[in-house]
């Protein structure tokens, strides 16, 4: 599970911002089932970034996948000879200085920080720190003069220190070379399900949503789809039955492409209610039917197997009472066995005081988005503003108590 995400100088996100996904500790409920305990950790499973519109909200959520996308892309399809492919802040120091990344996150072998330092030509820094007990242990450290690894790190005779590129990250180089101790780490990131597209040369998209075309390609192909494949597919029309969509099931084929030499591409059908041949190609549906199972096919394989999904703009096109069921699906237990996160950005204020005053969300798992005056994005959690017990958060929120909402007065807008 993700314990903390620490980015720097990327996007509209300037000086170094933090999301935490530790529980709060004094006033918390301790009958309350949300948090998960992960060794002496109190872990969220669910965290929402609340903000204006080009507050940079998006941007945290985008950082994370960029993360990902470099961990798993960079030793075998970053360019040799292109440096870096980042996106630091667009003006003033944001040009030159260097951008960080950096996660803290839970695993069977222990806590483990894994973060690096790269600027437009070169990764500068590189580190592992684990916690298999109470005590760190140094797995390696990378900069500009080499590498030093622990001694606690077999592999690093194995591995070596040249094998890694200038522009390419060790821990991906050392993965794809067959290191088994850091396999554990890797597989993390690459079960990173996100819809944020991130810009890193050949690699356009994050892994995980490569990951979903993948299985959903795959699944065109109806004489050999993959058992797996097929029950994801049944769970998504699940949940399309339980929002009320009139949708009872899903089937898959493979279009004919125009271009006789082009790849089959997958197209859905729904089967409504009504009769035994009322079929409907999915993209004629709502809008809210076809987010519903674009989201289905990320959150529904995370809830069952683990990982953390990071969606943009979460119930965009979907009822409040379905976007809150989708949120309670992860932080209660009993649908979310395995620890599965959920991470997004919203407009939704409903999840903020929801039904019978009881809001989907507790108030540490709240983040709010702003930009200062150099166009920087900052993020803060709620509970820095110490709401009152009992407090309506949506109306709070609103009226611009916590921050994060626009500023209607006619300034101009600042970088994205």
Known sequence: MLIEFRVANHRSILDEQALVMRAAGGGADPDDPTP?????????????????????????????????????????????????????????????????FEVTIALEVGRAQYGFVVDDQRVLEEWLFVWPKSRRQRWFERDTNGVLFGERFPDAQRIGSPMSRPNSLLLSAAV?????????????FRSLRTDCPVNVGAAELGSSVRHVRRMVSDMSHAASVDPKDEDKLRQVADLLNVADTGILDLRVEASTPRDPKGPRQP???????????????????????????????????????????VLDELGHGLHPLLASQLVQRFNDPATNPKGAQLLFSTHDTALLHGEDDRPSLRRDQIWLAEKDQQGATTLTPLSRYKPRAGENLAKGYLRGRFGGVPYLGGAPGAQR
């Open 267 to 309: 197209r859905f059908w729904a089967l409504h209610a009504g009769a035994p041949d009322a079929w409907l190609p999915l993209e004629q549906e709502s809008d809210g039917t076809q987010a519903l199972f674009h989201l289905g096919l990320v959150m529904l394989p995370a809830l069952r197997d683990g990982g953390v999904v």
């Open 176 to 188: 794809q070379n067959g290191s088994s101790q850091l396999a554990p780490i890797y597989r993390w």
């Open 36 to 100: 998960r305990v992960v060794g002496r950790e109190r872990l969220l499973p669910v965290a929402a970034i609340y903000g204006a519109n080009a507050s940079g909200k998006s941007n945290m959520l985008n950082a994370l996948a960029y993360m990902a996308s470099a961990v798993i892309d960079s030793h075998a399809r970053w360019d040799p000879l292109g440096g870096v492919p980042r996106d630091p802040f667009a003006w003033g120091r944001g040009r030159t200085e260097p951008s960080l």
